[in-house]
C-alpha cells in the first residue's frame, strides 16, 4: 500500500505554501517528537523562521501514560524563546484520534501563555477522538483503523511515509 502513498517531501512543500501566506517570521515553530520534528525542520527552512525549531516529547502529558508506561526513547523538551504571548505553529506528522496534540497543548501551557496555537500536519487521518482540527494538512487519508502510517527518515535525511 505504500505506492498509494503521497510523497512525504513534496506535502511538506505544499504545506510550506499553505502556511506561508500568514506566515510571520516571528512565530516559532514546534515540533511533536519525532516525526512532528522532521517536518517542522523542513518547515522552518522553507518559512524562514527566525528562532530554532522547537521540539516537544509529550511522553509524560499522554492521557493513557499510566496504560502504555515510559517510551523507551524519551527526549527532553526544547523550546528556544520565551512563550508568553508568542504565536506558535504546533507541527506533527499525523493527526488521528487529537490526543496527542491535547498532550502537546497542555505542555506548552506548563512553559507560558502563547498567544495563539496554529496546528500544521503531514497528514490527517480523520477519527478524531477530541474536537481538534488542524490549521493546515499536507493531505487527508482515509486508512483503516487497525492500520497506521508511519513517517521515516531515511539516512539521506528523505522522508517517507508507509503504512503498517
Same mark, same amino acid.
Given at each position: 500500500m505504500t505506492a498509494? @502513498? %503521497?510523497?512525504?517531501? !513534496?506535502? /511538506?512543500?505544499? @504545506?510550506?505554501?499553505? /502556511?506561508? *501566506?500568514?506566515?510571520? *517570521?516571528? &512565530?516559532? +515553530?514546534?515540533?511533536?517528537? &519525532?516525526?512532528g520534528v522532521w517536518? !517542522?525542520? #523542513?518547515?522552518?527552512?522553507?518559512?524562514?523562521?527566525r528562532h530554532p525549531v522547537g521540539q516537544l516529547d509529550i511522553s509524560f502529558y499522554r492521557d493513557d501514560f499510566s496504560r502504555i508506561g515510559l517510551h523507551p526513547q524519551v527526549k527532553p523538551s526544547s523550546l528556544p524563546v520565551d512563550l508568553e504571548g508568542r504565536a506558535i505553529l504546533l507541527v506533527d506528522d499525523v493527526l488521528y484520534t487529537g #490526543?496527542?496534540?491535547?498532550?502537546?497543548?497542555?505542555?506548552?501551557?506548563?512553559?507560558?501563555? %502563547? !498567544?495563539? /496555537? #496554529?496546528? !500544521?500536519?503531514? +497528514?490527517d487521518?480523520?477519527?478524531?477522538?477530541? *474536537? +481538534?482540527? *488542524?490549521?493546515y494538512a499536507g493531505a487527508a487519508l482515509d486508512v483503516p483503523a487497525h492500520q497506521n502510517i508511519h513517517l521515516s527518515?531515511?539516512?539521506?535525511?528523505?522522508? &517517507? @511515509? &508507509?503504512?503498517?
Open positions: 498509494s @502513498l %503521497p510523497d512525504a517531501n !513534496a506535502l /511538506i512543500e505544499s @504545506l510550506a505554501a499553505a /502556511i506561508a *501566506p500568514a506566515f510571520d *517570521p516571528d &512565530t516559532l +515553530i514546534v515540533g511533536i517528537h &519525532t516525526g517536518v !517542522a525542520e #523542513r518547515l522552518h527552512a522553507l518559512l524562514r523562521a #490526543r496527542t496534540i491535547r498532550a502537546a497543548m497542555n505542555e506548552l501551557f506548563d512553559y507560558g501563555r %502563547p !498567544a495563539l /496555537i #496554529r496546528l !500544521a500536519v503531514l +497528514i487521518r480523520g477519527s478524531r477522538e477530541l *474536537p +481538534i482540527r *488542524p490549521d527518515r531515511l539516512d539521506d535525511g528523505h522522508l &517517507t @511515509l &508507509t503504512i503498517a
